[in-house]
Each structure stands twice: as C-alpha cells, then as structure tokens.
C-alpha cells in the first residue's frame, strides 16, 4: 500500500502549469516539523518534500499562501526521470 498522510506547510510553489493531457499541475515544496518517538526517546524531526498536485487539487493549492500550514494524503512516487521521490498530492484540508 502507498498512502501518505503529512502535515505540512507550503513552503514554495511554482506556477501553475499543464500537463501534455491539458490538466493542471503545480510543483511546490511541503515543510514538516513534529515530535515524534523512536526507541522510547522524544526526536524532533524536521522534512523538507516535494510533492506535486494535478487538476483540481493543483487549482485549489495554487490559490493557498506560502507558508499556511495543511494535512496533504496523497502516494510517493519517483519520477521517469528522477531520482528523489515526490509525493503525488490526491487530497488537502486545514490543520
């Protein structure tokens, strides 16, 4: 199964652009901060991500400011030609 679940803030985004089949896609950059435990020890975790959107969540992100904070679910997919894996971003809403 592959299915992300990340709270994060915008952290930049590019323009909006479309895709060879017409639909909108946005490249943007995704900033998490959190305390987590591993090993029975506190851990602050830091994670910078890109991720992409395409169609109507790309529509709706764009229109969001750098910086606000959201939950993202989407899958982790690495690009044809790539070599960092991107989360592919099928759905957001408020923290």
Known sequence: MNQVSLSARIAETSALRYTPA???ALDLRL???SEVLE???ARQVKAAVKAVAIGSVAEG???QPVGSAWSFRGFLATPRNGKHTVLHIQSFEPV
């Open 31 to 33: 900033e998490h901060e």
């Open 22 to 24: 017409g639909l909108p």
């Open 61 to 63: 992100i764009v229109r």
């Open 39 to 41: 090993a029975g020890q």
